[in-house]
């Protein structure tokens, strides 16, 4: 079981937009602007789309955003494109000795 | 830029110690940046392992710090990961990954380790 809670799957049509959540408590998502989200296709590595709740990395489209809200973190992806489909974790650091935790992924169909 | 390519043996034998390699190009592992190993078991989700600074300081997932061991050959602009007491639950893709601005930026393409005998 994932340290973060994340929707097992969304699906958007092209041109919609969709809202993924990354639920935690207060020692990580709710304690830290340190929550990070990344895009994975299979069989390749993930990527970096959002670090520090809602900062885009440079060459990261402005389609995505990112917010929090308590103790869960957001990925908004506006405009979907085909390309999106994709699988998306979340990350946060933690004030436990774990450091660092993911959410178990959520797994992005384009209608 | 900065590059990490993961390297070692894609299969290793119950009980016994997986070591990997992950090799930074275009870029000094002496930056001020800490240096992660992230793992990720087939159809499954990602799972930190630990990480090094180029000083040596290294912090570790307390599930896997009993049998994990993280390494920096600066000499070499490389560090490297050791797993002991290996079963069919560490099989997995490993990555190497840079931590920057709280978040891994970079990451390595990953390499499948599969325990079997």
């Known amino acids: 079981q994932s340290a973060l809670t994340q929707p097992a799957s969304v699906s958007g049509s092209p041109g919609q937009s969709i809202t993924i959540s990354c639920t935690g408590t207060?020692?990580?998502?709710?304690?830290?602007?340190?929550v990070s989200w990344y895009q994975q296709h299979p069989g390749k590595a993930p990527k970096l789309m959002i670090y520090?709740?809602?900062n885009r990395p440079s060459g990261v489209s402005n389609r995505f955003s990112g917010s929090k809200s308590g103790n869960t973190a957001s990925l908004t992806i506006s405009g979907l494109q085909a390309e999106d489909e994709a699988d998306y974790y979340c990350?946060?650091?933690?004030?436990?000795?774990?450091?660092?935790?993911f959410g178990g992924g959520t797994k992005l169909t384009v209608l | 830029q900065v590059q990490l390519q993961e390297s070692g043996p894609g299969l290793v034998k119950p009980s016994g110690t997986l070591s990997l390699t992950c090799a930074v190009s275009?870029?000094?592992?002496?930056?001020?940046?800490?240096w992660s190993w992230v793992r990720q078991p087939p159809g499954k989700g990602l799972e930190w392992i630990g990480e090094?600074?180029?000083?040596?300081?290294?912090n570790y997932n307390p599930s896997l710090k009993s049998r994990v061991t993280i390494s920096v050959d600066k000499s070499k602009n490389q560090f490297s990961l050791k797993l002991s007491s290996v079963t069919a639950a560490d099989t997995a893709v490993y990555y190497c990954?840079?931590?920057?601005?709280?978040?891994?930026?970079?990451w390595g393409q990953g390499t499948m380790v599969t325990v079997s005998s």
């Open positions: 275009g870029g000094s592992i002496s930056s001020s940046n800490w």
């Open positions: 090094i600074y180029h000083s040596g300081s290294t």
């Open positions: 520090e709740v809602s």
């Open positions: 207060s020692s990580d998502v709710g304690g830290y602007n340190y």
């Open positions: 990954a840079r931590n920057q601005r709280r978040a891994f930026d970079i």
């Open positions: 990350s946060s650091y933690t004030s436990s000795s774990t450091l660092w935790v």
